[in-house]
């Protein structure tokens, strides 16, 4: 089935034939005295908004016959009228034939860009496995950059030989540079995810793979994840908002480090603390980035998220995941003025 034209473009579509039919209908209407004629560019005026040249040249065309046909009528052929109108209609095509061109152009350029980035894309945030060891796992993302499906935030799951290993991150800033950090960082952890022999040594790693390679004042906040085969979660924390814990009869927690620890970039004396929560069959982890909770609405109230946990029930944790998303998009009422990410691990039963 082919993909429908949004309206607005359906209305610049019809828009210089229905003005030039209102235009007609005016001059007629009027008679001789008045001098309407040159109002007939408008059509190939909008013409050039919508569309290739081809189109813009035949409407401007129509146009030219149009004035002509009218000049005739009024009785004008001779006139001055008719021959300033007609150049008018010829000098408004003209432009707008150029504009079209450039525009065609521009938007070959932007789609051989898209494609381009949403390869580098699906290289940088590729697919998050639907399951690994005893997980289930959808991921959502959410950017704040127009016609982006990425941004600062980033996630990564790891099956190593001492269990799943996970990381949910929030670079501080956005566009191509936060990209970048993203990337650094999603780099670094695949590789000591599964390199190192424990959580604190992959995220030591990490740091310090991060502080060699950022300047300035950048930083990124993150909670790395770990679940061997014992019914517990492992969890470090650089700074970001700790996961929701959400048990099968809907109960749910926020577990908080023993000590919050500054986030990766910026040098800190000490590492975070790793501690540990219950994790087993039935139960979900919600790991997210501070887009999530800081979502606002009109009335600057930010988005609930544990008052609407029960969204988390569905049976497919895909499902359940889109079912926050979508919560979340209604919450704000606007597009997002920043990246939200969302890892949902959920604890199989047996």
């Given at each position: ?176 540079d936060a990209v970048e950090t993203a990337a650094l960082v999603l780099g670094a952890f695949r590789e000591a995810a ?17 502080n060699r390679e950022l300047q300035g004042e950048k930083f990124v906040t993150a909670t790395l994840a770990e679940v ?77 998220l544990g008052e609407h946990s029960f969204l988390l029930k569905d049976p497919d944790p895909e499902a359940a995941l ?29």
């Amino acid at each position: 089935m082919a993909d429908r034209k949004p309206p607005h473009l359906t209305v610049l579509a019809v828009l210089p034939f229905v003005v030039m039919v209102i235009v007609t209908a005016v001059d007629v209407s009027a008679g001789p005295g008045v001098g309407y004629l040159p109002l007939v560019s408008l059509g190939p005026a909008f013409a050039g908004l919508v569309g290739g040249w081809r189109r813009t040249a035949l409407i401007g065309a129509s146009a030219l016959l149009l004035c002509t046909a009218l000049g005739i009528y009024n009785e004008s052929y001779s006139h001055r009228r008719l021959y300033t109108a007609l150049a008018s209609v010829a000098g408004v095509t003209a432009a707008g034939i150029a504009a079209a061109v450039m525009r065609q152009r521009r938007e070959a350029e932007l789609a051989s860009v898209r494609s381009i980035a949403e390869v580098a894309q699906r290289v940088l945030l590729r697919p998050v496995p639907r399951s690994a060891g005893p997980l289930r796992i959808a991921s959502s993302y959410t950017s704040a950059v127009a016609e982006a499906r990425i941004g600062g935030d980033l996630y990564e799951v790891v099956a190593s030989p001492q269990g799943v290993r996970v990381i949910v991150g929030d670079v501080q800033g956005k566009g191509l540079d936060a990209v970048e950090t993203a990337a650094l960082v999603l780099g670094a952890f695949r590789e000591a995810a599964h390199e190192e022999p424990d959580l604190t040594s992959v995220g030591a790693r990490v740091e310090r793979v991060v502080n060699r390679e950022l300047q300035g004042e950048k930083f990124v906040t993150a909670t790395l994840a770990e679940v061997g085969d014992r019914h517990t979660i492992k969890l470090l924390n650089y700074g970001h908002p700790a996961p929701m814990v959400v048990r099968p009869d809907g109960a749910t927690s926020f577990p908080e480090p023993p000590r919050y620890a500054l986030p990766l970039g910026v040098h800190a004396a000490a590492g975070p603390e790793p501690y540990e929560t219950d994790f087993a069959p039935g139960d979900q982890v919600l790991i997210y980035t501070d887009g999530v909770t800081e979502t606002r609405d009109r009335t600057g109230a930010f988005y609930p998220l544990g008052e609407h946990s029960f969204l988390l029930k569905d049976p497919d944790p895909e499902a359940a995941l889109d079912a926050v998303r979508a919560d979340l998009v209604q919450h704000a009422e606007s597009p997002p003025h920043d990246d939200a990410a969302m890892l949902l691990l959920r604890y199989q039963e047996h």
